[in-house]
């Protein structure tokens, strides 16, 4: 009986219909990637890469200085 309960649970996840639920990012991420042409998603993703490089660089940069003694003159 159990076989034929997760059977059509199977099927599904064979063919791509079963999906995990996805936050509003992932799901235009999918559409984006849908819609462009590799080229394009190639930009795109090396694109969203460097923002979050440069995102990364000025957190580390606030850290550094919220750690740096003040130095009062």
């Keep these: 009986m159990t076989r034929l309960q997760n059977e059509p ?3 599904r996840g ?4 079963a999906k995990k639920r996805q936050s509003l990012g992932d799901i235009l991420v999918e559409v984006c990637r ?3 042409t590799s080229a394009e998603w190639q930009r795109i993703a090396a694109d969203a890469q460097q ?9 580390d940069s606030g850290a550094l200085r919220a ?4 130095e009062h003159g």
């Design 51 to 59: 923002r979050h490089d440069e995102q990364g660089a000025l957190k």
């Design 67 to 70: 750690a740096r003694p003040v």
């Design 34 to 36: 849908e819609r462009a």
């Design 14 to 17: 064979r063919l791509g219909a």
């Design 9 to 11: 649970r199977v099927i």
